[in-house]
């Protein structure tokens, strides 16, 4: 994983996804050489640069220019332009224009959730995955009822990880916000 300080970072972009959630959102999604992926909502480009280190080819998507911008900053910065396509717009609109693929990753909707899963199953290929990082809780919500509607069978995890600091007296753990992961297979 790329360490969170190996980022460049812009002000009021989201992202990147803490390195030990970016880690649990590649197992889950078990992408491999072979995949495609969409990555709707890159933001800082946290969970882009991990799918293009182990994917195919990689279309990220984000409607904020900013967005796209940090992202094409930090896919040069670690060398991983060549397989990645960056998309300015809203998802439920770029989904109908990008060829079929294989993994689709929400990092972001903006009220657009249902939308975007639903598009998204319909360009899916066999066995392709739908996942979504949510951190308010009716996106939780919205995103268990939107894959359960299309009869998917929904996994869920919810990730509360805290990092150690090291001060004077010894080592003290920080919590972080919790993400919760959930994803469901075609
Ligand atoms: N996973 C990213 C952080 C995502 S932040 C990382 O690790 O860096 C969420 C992003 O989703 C924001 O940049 C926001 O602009 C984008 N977004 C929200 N709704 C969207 C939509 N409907 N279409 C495209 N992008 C959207």
Redesign the pocket.
């Known amino acids: 994983m790329i360490p969170d300080q190996d980022?460049i970072k812009k002000q009021d972009?989201?992202?990147?996804?803490k390195e030990e959630v970016?880690c649990l959102v590649m197992c889950k999604s078990q992408v491999s050489s072979k995949d495609v992926v969409v990555?709707?909502?890159?933001?800082?480009?946290?969970?882009?640069l991990e799918f293009a280190r182990r994917a195919k080819k990689v279309y990220a998507?984000?409607?904020?220019p900013d967005?796209i911008k940090v992202?094409r900053l930090n896919l040069q910065k670690h060398h991983l332009e060549g397989n990645v396509h960056l998309i300015e717009?809203?998802?439920?609109q770029?989904l109908n224009e990008i060829p079929d693929f294989d993994i689709l990753?929400i990092?972001?909707?903006?009220?657009?959730l249902p939308s975007?899963i639903e598009k998204g199953y319909q360009k899916l290929k066999d066995n392709g995955r739908i996942m979504v990082?949510a951190i308010l809780l009716e996106t939780r919500v919205e995103a268990v009822k939107a894959m359960s509607d299309l009869g998917l069978v929904v996994d869920v995890i919810d990730v509360s990880i805290s990092k150690g600091r090291i001060i004077e007296r010894g080592t003290m753990l920080e919590a972080r916000n919790p993400v919760t992961i959930i994803s469901a297979h075609r």
Do not use: V
């Not at 998507?61 to 904020?64: G, L, R, S, T, V």
């Not at 717009?89 to 439920?92: E, S």
């Open positions: 980022f972009i989201p992202g990147p996804t970016r990555d709707a909502g890159c933001g800082t480009g946290g969970l882009t998507i984000d409607k904020n967005a992202t717009g809203n998802a439920p770029i990753m990092g972001g909707s903006s009220g657009e975007i990082t």
